[in-house]
């Protein structure tokens, strides 16, 4: 067994940043408790420096014991972790357990020129089973090198790979908001009627709201705007530099403007494809590639993503080239029964209605906008309902606020569900369920019973 090695210096900064995050809650709440308290004055900034001041001296302290105590090893066999100063831990992976080797620069790490490592095995751990915060460019060749079977042709990368051009981030960023635009106008909504009816502010916030429907408007208008930009800024930020590559049997995907992120994903913990159109994608032939991997169900939705934008009609075309093992058509044909139409209107209209009387006893007969609405979401929902099952891959279509298409070959599947209530049972219709994973279920509902239970004996 070779010696113990350390990280690089600048792991000192990172795990010190680390604890800093941990202290900055509680930091918070006493400088507010001293500056808020009561008037301001020099003593209190004191002690409101005092207490920074301590808590990053601790966090300091921290990292430098964090560093001294962290080391690995490798040898033939293994890579081996050691870590902790009153509480230890070691870890040991196997080489030829190792899955991927991801590497990621943050700006700590860009600023010394090093990189934090995660070993990834199939265990699937959120992050890695090894995270090594600081190593050098040739420390971490060093592990991939250790790795049976491991190559890495930069070359090679540079010019296979399918790289997001600088047109095609600004297309992304700028139809990628959905929750990020719905959810602020609504925060600010709630804010504002709460405001309304609290007893000691009300007068005043009814003071400060706009008078005339044109300035009601556009204040929405810019709400509406802000929260959009701030949503394309996040998907500039997270799909910069976005490049995949095909490398024997695995994808290398790179992403990220301000954490830079490299991802080695082995194809064979790749259980299904999701094609994804957006509300503001769909209009326009656009979707977004997303994959269920083995380990990452618990990442963030940017690490699950193949590609952030592809127009339809090149996503079996693409899937041929990068992953042509789960490639398909995208666009099933299979739909449920006519007679199952009306089941799909049946719960939008439902909470469309219960919206609409509550929003009569403010708008009026306006109110009567949102029940067209559901009834535009029932007929959206029911049109994107299909499915297929062609020599053992199943394509599953649905609708929630995204229109989703589920690709994957039928033996990826963890399990598989005929679901038939009384009402179904007298129509001679059942729902089909079949999971890829944690985060990706392929449902198709009120097909037709005959056609379901097939699917789900050949399945």
Do not use: C
Request: aromatic share 8%; net charge positive.
């Amino acid at each position: 067994m070779s010696e113990p090695r350390r990280l690089h210096g600048a792991a000192v900064l990172v795990y010190s940043a680390s604890a800093l995050r941990n202290f900055a809650f509680p930091l918070l709440v006493i400088v507010g408790a001293t500056l808020l308290g009561g008037e301001f004055d020099a003593r209190g900034l004191l002690r409101a420096l005092t207490y920074g001041g301590i808590g990053l001296a601790a966090a300091v302290v921290m990292g430098m014991i964090r560093w001294q105590t962290t080391t690995y090893t490798i040898d033939t066999e293994a890579i081996h972790h050691h870590t902790g100063f009153l509480s230890t831990k070691d870890t040991d992976v196997r080489l030829d357990r190792i899955q991927a080797i991801d590497v990621q620069q943050g700006p700590l790490q860009r600023l010394f020129g090093v990189f934090a490592v995660d070993v990834q095995t199939g265990a699937g751990a959120k992050g890695g089973e090894i995270s090594l915060p600081a190593l050098t460019p040739a420390a971490v060749e060093e592990l991939r090198a250790a790795r049976p079977g491991a190559v890495h042709d930069v070359a090679r990368e540079e010019s296979e790979g399918r790289r997001l051009t600088g047109r095609e981030l600004a297309v992304a960023a700028l139809t990628a908001g959905q929750l990020g635009i719905v959810l602020p106008v609504l925060a600010g909504g709630f804010q504002i009627v709460s405001e309304l009816f609290d007893p000691e502010s009300g007068e005043e916030a009814v003071r400060w709201l706009p008078q005339s429907a044109s300035t009601i408007a556009l204040v929405a208008l810019a709400l509406v705007v802000l929260a959009w930009l701030l949503s394309a800024a996040g998907a500039v930020i997270a799909f910069g530099g976005f490049t995949v590559v095909r490398d024997g049997d695995r994808l290398r995907i790179r992403r990220g403007l301000v954490q830079r992120s490299e991802a080695t994903v082995p194809v064979d913990r790749i259980r299904a494809v999701r094609v994804v159109e957006g509300v503001f994608r769909r209009p326009f032939g656009l979707a977004a590639l997303t994959v269920e991997v083995i380990g990452y169900a618990e990442e963030a939705s940017a690490a699950r993503t193949l590609f952030p934008l592809v127009r339809m009609r090149d996503v079996e075309a693409f899937l041929d080239e990068f992953l042509p093992e789960l490639a398909d058509d995208p666009v099933p044909s299979g739909r449920p029964p006519a007679r199952a139409a009306r089941r799909y209107f049946v719960w939008p209209l439902a909470i469309g209605a219960a919206f609409t009387a509550a929003a009569w006893f403010f708008v009026g007969p306006v109110a009567l906008v949102l029940l067209a609405l559901s009834a535009l979401y029932a007929r959206a929902h029911w049109r994107a309902a299909a499915w297929r099952l062609r020599d053992g891959r199943l394509a599953v279509r649905s609708l929630v606020v995204a229109r989703t298409t589920v690709l994957a070959p039928a033996r990826f599947r963890e399990s598989h569900t005929l679901l038939q209530n009384l009402f179904q049972r007298r129509a001679g219709l059942a729902d089909l369920s079949v999971a890829f994973g944690k985060s990706t279920t392929a449902r198709i509902r009120h097909l037709e019973a005959r056609d379901a239970q097939e699917a789900w004996a050949a399945l």
